[in-house]
């Protein structure tokens, strides 16, 4: 089973400031199998990336995605207070007992 | 729009049973993959366990710390459902229904709303 880890646990910008949050795999992400979610309070997660860095439909440009074998990351650009969440990576290896991984998340807060 | 929605779940207790099932709406649910995803109360997200398309076979598989014990299944064209067995405390979070609709490398594009799970006495 592949190991998500995420960091920074939380990270805290001000509006107009570039996020970077960092996933790293405990073995190689089969192909493209990497993306990332973003999950508001009381909300369920909803998909901004897959395959590494193609946005998922609507999800603005401010967003991006990109990496490859164990380290992934998610830059978000000119951040805005409606960020506020938390961002999960997710990984997909088919021949595992446990085949979509999660990471545990990066609370991110502006200032 | 295309949507899940899951209902069941509740309060349960260890030991007991309980059922949450999941109804896709306007897409036919039996064409697509359904993944179980939970989230324990302010922890990350679990994959439990899901099941492939018709055409892809039905395989259903489950996560190591739910197998043996819960059962996923389809009820009907249009309908999945998570049947937990011998309940435990840490069992205890949101229920996701989660879709493939679209293949995107194995992204989930579609969630359900969730729904609560609680295991205790």
């Known amino acids: 089973e592949i190991v998500l880890t995420q960091s920074p646990a939380i990270l805290s910008l001000s509006p107009g400031e570039t996020a970077t949050l960092s996933c790293r795999a405990s073995?190689?992400?089969?192909?493209?199998?990497l993306a990332w979610y973003q999950q508001k309070p009381g909300q369920a997660p909803r998909l901004l990336i897959y395959g590494i860095s193609r946005r998922a439909s609507g999800v603005p440009d401010r967003f991006s995605g990109w990496g490859s074998g164990t380290d992934f990351a998610l830059t978000i650009s000119r951040l805005e207070p409606e960020d506020i969440a938390i961002y999960y990576c997710q990984q997909y290896q088919q021949y595992s007992e446990s085949p979509y991984t999660f990471g545990q998340g990066t609370k991110l807060e502006i200032k | 729009e295309v949507q899940v929605v899951e209902s069941g779940g509740g309060l349960g207790e260890p030991g007991g049973s309980l059922r949450v099932s999941c109804a896709g709406a306007?897409?036919?649910?039996?064409?697509?993959?359904v993944n179980w995803v939970r989230q324990a109360p302010g922890k990350g997200l679990e994959w439990v366990g899901r099941i492939k398309s018709d055409r892809d076979g039905g395989a259903i598989e489950y996560a190591p710390p739910v197998k043996g014990r819960f059962t996923i299944s389809r009820d009907s064209a249009n309908m999945v459902s998570l049947q937990m067995n011998n309940l435990k405390t840490e069992d205890t979070g949101v229920y996701y229904c989660?879709?493939?609709?679209?293949?995107?490398?194995?992204?989930?594009?579609?969630w359900g709303q969730g729904t609560l799970v609680t295991v205790s006495t």
């Open positions: 073995q190689t992400v089969t192909r493209t199998y």
């Open positions: 989660t879709v493939h609709t679209t293949f995107l490398q194995f992204a989930i594009d579609l």
């Open positions: 306007g897409f036919i649910v039996r064409n697509d993959w």
